[in-house]
């Protein structure tokens, strides 16, 4: 089933949802566009993604654990956790969207992560179709549809017109609780963009790059050749694990408040050379070994552990980012991967 | 909100300590209330922690048949490890898990004769084991342990080796030291050549732990002595810090040392990258 927006304009849309509950849409910043709380005079940004990925929402770059109180040689553990409202997150991509999939399997599988968890139950996800999807986007190499981005409920922009398609449970609560401020929609405007947009992927630069099955090809993936050449340039500096939508490798630090420890747990990048170093010894000595296990780990060993399904969704922000011009892209073009064929 | 996520720690004590050597000390640790603070299999690791100094993972060293309290033997080699060899008793430390798949006692070594092979400090994660299959001494063959370290005064819990091991019915300690020493009569020399001086039968399962070195040297005797990869075991060492297979520093291949291992045996290894 879809709806429309009964002839209402977006901001009353977004003022009425965020009466009830926090929402958090893209909205342009000097900084490129970004993931805000909307508040009044706040508008959606036109730009296709955001800098950051919305991961944030529910992996968030700093979480506090717990605090601590140390009194000689007694320590009192103090969990102030909070519960988290309810929330929800508009004009989320569908690479975001599927990244939040992968977050999943990490997460929420056995030793399930409560900090994510209880965050990921809490938010009602309004992805948003990529009505102008751009150069440096390949999300369809790992079958990712941009016009049916998913979430709880889908969302397209036809002609300034706000369509709204809820998927699950939570997104059926989601269209009831706004009800009147909807109409009935016509399948064939939904069904038209969907093709429309297909159509524009279709011609994209990388849409014929295709990522190549490597789950029986572990070891000798691994003592690749390439991975030196392709390594080069890398300067380490992490931009790209930090932009990445799946990348989820944390630190857990201890911040000394002068009163109390606050234990939290961070981002962190397997491209940083003390990622694995222990006080005896550090198994990536090397700029190199720390590239190699970042794509062996998104191309290879994520897809061997979880079913085929790969750890990079194609949202391009390494293209964009990495101050040396070294993506996944290029990488996946070297290790099996169909070669572009422009 | 009271939360139960396992990167939590609670609160245990530290109730004795032991010098064992100028850099190891043993560490008893009981909960709050007198009680063992938590349930392992050998080969298991938990997380310790002191707040603002930091948390490592760290092998349980005493076997689960103690019913009363674990003990972690410990090198001091870094920020953290410091700090607990300044500690004193009754100093309160944060501990979670158990974390790892421990090793196969009543699976793959059950019945079977077994060779521990141990440099250093890599003696900690196999007493467990050790202390085990003596504790349920008829499930288990002839045990051999060499044991090798830098000097006598190297051994890890020297009055256990030599009060118990050595009179354990078909047990066999076999010690070896670097250099020679005064007052020192047994073998002088490393690990892996003592091993192919001893020449083992190829029936044995063996379990072998130390510097990663030694690990190598010896693993290349083994073979050459006739054993396979599949009937030798280890313990890995990686920088973990959630324990759980998420935060991503231990990931070797598609495994994760802290969930999946930290036991493999050599013929699982030579599957992934050589990269531990």
Not at chain 1, 32 to 43: H, I, N, P, S
Not at chain 1, 112 to 141: G, H, Q
Not at chain 1, 209 to 238: N, V
Not at chain 2, 173 to 183: A, G
């Given at each position: 089933?879809?709806?429309?927006?009964?002839?209402?304009?977006?901001?009353?849309?977004?003022?009425?949802?965020?009466?009830?509950?926090?929402?958090?849409?893209?909205?342009?910043?000097?900084?490129?566009?970004?993931?805000?709380?909307?508040?009044?005079?706040?508008?959606?940004?036109?730009?296709?993604?955001?800098?950051?990925s919305a991961k944030d929402f529910f992996f968030p770059q700093v979480q506090g654990i717990v605090d601590f109180k140390l009194e000689g040689k007694n320590i009192e553990v103090i969990d102030r956790r909070e519960e988290v409202k309810d929330f929800v997150v508009f004009g989320v991509r569908a690479?975001?969207?599927?990244?939040?999939?992968?977050?999943?399997?990490?997460?929420?599988?056995?030793?399930?992560?409560?900090?994510?968890?209880?965050?990921?139950?809490?938010?009602?996800?309004?992805?948003?179709?990529?009505?102008?999807?751009?150069?440096?986007?390949?999300?369809?190499?790992?079958?990712?549809?941009?016009s049916a981005p998913g979430g709880d409920v889908e969302a397209r922009l036809v002609e300034d017109a706000l369509y709204l398609s809820p998927l699950t449970e939570k997104g059926e609560a989601f269209v009831e609780s706004i009800k009147d401020l909807l109409v009935s929609a016509d399948d064939a405007v939904v069904e038209a963009d969907k093709a429309l947009i297909k159509a524009k992927i279709a011609k994209l630069p990388l849409?014929?790059?295709?990522?190549?099955?490597?789950?029986?090809?572990?070891?000798?993936?691994?003592?690749?050749?390439?991975?030196?050449?392709?390594?080069?340039?890398?300067?380490?500096?992490?931009?790209?694990?930090?932009?990445?939508?799946?990348?989820q490798c944390y630190d857990i630090r201890d911040f000394d408040t002068g009163h109390e420890v606050k234990r939290f747990r961070c981002w962190d990048s397997c491209m940083y050379s003390d990622f694995t170093l222990m006080a005896a010894e550090n198994p990536r000595h090397t700029q190199p070994e720390r590239f190699r296990q970042r794509f062996m780990h998104k191309l290879v060993y994520f897809p061997m552990n979880n079913d085929g399904v790969y750890g990079c969704v194609g949202c391009g922000r390494c293209l964009k980012k990495c101050p040396v011009s070294l993506n996944i892209v290029k990488v996946m073009k070297r290790i099996g991967g169909v070669k572009n064929e422009q | 909100m009271n939360s139960n996520d396992t990167l939590i720690p609670f609160v245990a004590v530290v109730t004795d300590i032991r010098v064992d050597t100028a850099d190891i000390k043993t560490f008893r640790v009981h909960s709050l209330d007198g009680d063992k603070p938590l349930k392992h299999i050998p080969g298991?690791?938990?997380?310790?922690?002191?707040?603002?100094?930091?948390?490592?993972?760290?092998?349980?060293?005493?076997?689960?048949?103690n019913e009363d309290f674990i003990e972690f033997s410990i090198k001091k080699c870094g920020c953290l490890t410091e700090w607990l060899h300044r500690i004193e008793v009754g100093q309160q430390i944060c501990i979670r898990g158990p974390y790892g798949n421990g090793f196969p006692v009543e699976g793959a070594l059950k019945g079977k004769d077994l060779l521990?092979?141990?440099?250093?400090?890599?003696?900690?994660?196999?007493?467990?084991?050790?202390?085990?299959?003596?504790?349920?001494?008829s499930n288990y063959g002839i045990i051999d342990v060499v044991y090798g370290a830098r000097s006598k005064d190297d051994f890890v819990d020297y009055e256990e080796i030599e009060n118990e091991w050595k009179k354990e019915d078909g047990m066999k300690?076999?010690?070896?030291?670097?250099?020679?020493?005064?007052?020192w009569d047994g073998h002088v020399g490393f690990v892996p050549a003592f091993v192919k001086e001893l020449g083992f039968d190829t029936t044995k399962t063996v379990i072998l732990c130390g510097p990663p070195i030694m690990i190598k040297l010896t693993l290349e005797e083994l073979i050459k002595l006739g054993f396979e990869n599949t009937?030798?075991?280890?313990?890995?060492?990686?920088?973990?810090?959630?324990?759980?297979?998420?935060?991503?520093?231990?990931?070797?291949?598609?495994?994760?040392?802290?969930?999946?291992?930290?036991?493999?045996?050599?013929?699982?290894?030579?599957?992934?990258?050589?990269?531990?």
């Open positions: 089933m879809t709806y429309k927006l009964n002839g209402i304009q977006l901001n009353e849309f977004f003022a009425r949802v965020a009466s009830d509950k926090k929402l958090y849409l893209p909205v342009d910043t000097e900084n490129g566009a970004r993931f805000e709380e909307w508040t009044e005079g706040k508008t959606l940004s036109s730009k296709l993604n955001t800098v950051r690479c975001d969207a599927a990244a939040f999939a992968v977050l999943d399997r990490v997460f929420l599988s056995e030793h399930v992560d409560s900090f994510y968890a209880e965050k990921r139950n809490a938010a009602t996800v309004i992805t948003l179709a990529c009505s102008n999807p751009e150069e440096t986007c390949f999300c369809s190499s790992f079958g990712i549809d941009a849409a014929s790059l295709k990522p190549a099955d490597l789950r029986d090809k572990q070891l000798e993936t691994f003592e690749s050749e390439a991975w030196a050449e392709l390594s080069q340039s890398c300067l380490g500096c992490g931009s790209c694990t930090f932009v990445c939508p799946t990348c | 298991q690791c938990a997380m310790l922690s002191i707040p603002g100094v930091g948390e490592a993972m760290f092998s349980i060293t005493s076997s689960p048949t521990f092979i141990a440099g250093g400090i890599g003696l900690a994660p196999l007493r467990s084991v050790i202390n085990y299959c003596r504790h349920f001494r300690v076999h010690l070896t030291i670097d250099r020679p020493q005064e007052n009937q030798i075991f280890t313990t890995l060492e990686m920088r973990m810090k959630c324990g759980v297979g998420k935060c991503g520093r231990c990931n070797v291949g598609n495994k994760y040392v802290c969930k999946d291992g930290p036991v493999f045996s050599f013929d699982q290894l030579d599957e992934l990258p050589d990269e531990y």
